[in-house]
T-cell receptor, first 114, second 115 residues
Framework: GAGVSQSPSNKVTEKGKDVELRCDPISGHTALYWYRQSLGQGLEFLIY????????KSGLPSDRFSAERTGGSVSTLTIQRTQQEDSAVYLCASRPQGPPREQYFGPGTRLTVT | QQQVKQSPQSLIVQKGGISIINCAYE??????FPWYQQFPGKGPALLIA?????SEKKEGRFTISFNKSAKQFSLHIMDSQPGDSATYFCAASRAGGTSYGKLTFGQGTILTVHP
């Protein structure tokens, strides 16, 4: 079946602009995670959605970052007033409810802030 | 706080050799330890995973060894092939807390297998 998809695959934006990154999880997967992969910080957790529960936003680096998940499926990560340090690959992963805890990753969105 | 430490940062192995990557964790609440393989331009893909109730798990050429008392686990790639050249990440997660299954990653190991 179809895997996790993300769009766009690449995004170049000017410092100060807002960007939206989209994630389409695997159908039926109730859990969705966003991670950020950068040279200096490796792979780091950003936010977690599980069904209709309140998301865990504990990994978001600043209040410029926000995410939502509509209808328990598609998720959008929004970065406002982008900064150069936001340049990274943003990865989305989804998982079915409960064990096992295997997460399936999308190909990522490479964000470059100039 | 770096909760999962991975070594080495890079590794060069000859075709047919054994590749060994090590990880150590701090949080004793972790109870799931996956290894991910990532090729350039792709997202990480699950390779193999282990839970702390077993000391070893083998899938084909890939083996995880787990030492609960030492809080360490390692990935062994037997008969390494040039197609195994990729970045490998160890990770850990816990069942409890507010982020069920949230992965904490090691820093990654760039593996190069020479033909």
């Amino acid at each position: 079946g179809a895997g996790v998809s993300q769009s766009p695959s690449n995004k170049v934006t000017e410092k100060g602009k807002d960007v939206e990154l989209r994630c389409d999880p695997i159908s039926g997967h109730t859990a969705l995670y966003w991670y950020r992969q950068s040279l200096g910080q490796g792979l780091e957790f950003l936010i977690y959605f599980q069904g209709n529960s309140a998301p865990d936003k504990s990994g978001l680096p600043s209040d410029r970052f926000s995410a939502e998940r509509t209808g328990g499926s598609v998720s959008t990560l929004t970065i406002q007033r982008t900064q150069q340090e936001d340049s990274a690959v943003y990865l989305c992963a989804s998982r079915p409810q409960g064990p096992p805890r295997e997460q399936y990753f999308g190909p990522g969105t490479r964000l470059t802030v100039t | 706080q770096q909760q999962v430490k991975q070594s080495p940062q890079s590794l060069i192995v000859q075709k047919g050799g054994i590749s060994i990557i090590n990880c150590a964790y701090e949080n004793t609440a972790f109870d799931y330890f996956p290894w991910y393989q990532q090729f350039p331009g792709k997202g990480p893909a699950l390779l193999i995973a282990i839970r702390p109730d077993v000391s070893e798990k083998k899938e084909g050429r890939f083996t995880i060894s787990f030492n609960k008392s030492a809080k360490q686990f390692s990935l062994h790639i037997m008969d390494s092939q040039p197609g195994d050249s990729a970045t490998y990440f160890c990770a850990a997660s816990r069942a409890g807390g507010t982020s069920y299954g949230k992965l904490t990653f090691g820093q990654g190991t760039i593996l190069t297998v020479h033909p």
